[in-house]
């Protein structure tokens, strides 16, 4: 299949209207067709289900924040509303949904909430049925109380894993049956700002890109009982950079051989290469995005492309990517989406 289809979450305040669907074409190394899927508002982070029937957008609603769910036309791309379930308060930041579709959880950067939602068999979001509140702080001035900013299952989905960039914490929740208990958590260095996880596909290193340091922290992951030990620090900047850079994105390829990390205000993709052995990450290079301010950036299914979306200057970009180097080569920059924020492909 040459042409693949992608979502874009985006922020509404501005021209968007919610969640866009786009289209790759492979063999012409073209991103093309650009239109609304899903009026909504504030659909910041959207996630597409293993089998590509559903697709979980955070969504604001009136005075409330929660999550709506969606059918997928896997050939058309083309989403039909099911259903959502919110709260008072802020939309959450971040959504996951677990491979068997049974249970979606959420992050909120404003009300320090995780949340864990079960599904009807349709993909239909049942109430929540887990509500876990954080408490913390940090020394950064934009540590004031806990921000969660990232919610998600573990490999072997046995657990899930909260980040609160609020108070450098990463917490192991045991998962049963949607039900979140604490098991673990890991305090990263005092400012750090944890704010999103990615997973070695051996299962056992982990890679999280913090927001206010600007670094990627190597973890070890232990399956067993959930717990992380940290391996290694590195920073996603040149030494000589001092202007305003947050980090935003981590993904890594799936033969876990390179990780990228992007940079919101030095405005790139940093690109390492991976130690099979221990899991330490080596610098390869930066990318420019094109772009103001990258929030997302994914690998298409074929990871021979790399799309990065630029969140001020309202731009999607298309890469080629060196399966060998792991290295970026830009193809187009001028595919416009107003305020996008993440990025996610069906797979195929």
Known sequence: ????????????????????????????????????AAELDNPTYV????????????????????????????NTGELSFLNSESSEGSAPCHVSVKSDNSNVV???YHTTMVESYLTNEDGSLLPAISTMEHTGSGPHV???????????????????????LGSDTVTTYQVDNGKLTSVQTLKT????????????PNGTYAYIMTELSNEVIVLNYNAEDGSFSEI????????????????????????????????????SIAIYSVDETTGKLTFVEWTHTEGNWPRDFVLDPTEKFV??????????????????????????????????????????
Do not use: W
């Not at 597409?48 to 997928?72: H, I, M, R, T």
């Open 106 to 108: 959420t992050a909120n």
């Open 232 to 267: 290694q620090y590195i920073t996603t900047l040149p030494e000589d950079f001092t202007e305003n850079s947050q980090g935003s994105a981590i993904h890594i390829s799936s033969d876990g051989k390179f990780v990228y990390a992007g940079n919101r205000g030095h405005d």
């Open 142 to 164: 934009r540590q004031d109380k806990p921000h969660m900013h990232y919610a998600g299952f573990t490999p072997d989905e046995k657990y899930v894993i909260a980040i609160d």
């Open 47 to 74: 996630t597409v289900s293993n089998d590509n029937n559903f697709l979980y957008a955070v969504a604001k609603e009136g005075d409330k924040g929660g999550v709506a769910a969606f059918s997928v036309n896997e």
């Open 189 to 200: 260095e005092a400012g750090s700002g944890p704010r999103h996880i990615t997973f070695h």
């Open 307 to 348: 799309v990065a979306s630029n969140q001020e200057s309202s731009n999607l970009v298309l890469y080629a990517r060196d399966e060998t180097t792991g290295k970026l080569s830009l193809i187009q920059s001028d595919i416009t989406v107003p305020d996008p924020v993440c990025v996610k492909f069906l797979t195929v």
């Open 1 to 36: 299949m040459s042409k693949l289809i992608g979502y874009v979450g985006t922020y509404t305040k501005g021209d968007s209207k919610g969640v866009y669907s786009f289209t790759l074409d492979t063999e012409a190394q073209k991103l093309s067709d650009v239109k609304v």
